[in-house]
């Protein structure tokens, strides 16, 4: 199976698997940009959900691709971003300046 998705990649427009995995959500989210009328027309959340679950139980997706806990936006956590330093939350390198904490010693926590 592997091999189909591979050459599923491999004849497809997409730039990288993020953009594969933005067009799936905007699909499933039924974003204006895809132009399919069978989208579902899902919350983000539940779009999210479906994501996850072909990244995680499948794995059809890889999973390096996370959704910002503050603004919502897809990333390449592989590329940008970061984690905070509970685990709890990710932040795109958009969001991750307003979580950065330095403290008097000059070390960096991500709150």
Known sequence: MSNRIQLFKENTKFDDDLDIINQVWDFLC???RT???LSP????????NIIYYLQEYVPIFPDTIERCNDCGNLFDAEA?????DDDE???C???IGDHIIIDDNNEETIK
């Open 30 to 32: 039924g974003n204006e």
């Open 35 to 37: 132009e399919n009328k």
């Open 80 to 84: 940008e971003g970061g984690v905070s």
């Open 93 to 95: 390198e958009s969001c």
């Open 41 to 48: 027309n899902l919350t983000e959340e539940k779009a999210w």
């Open 89 to 91: 939350r990710i932040y």
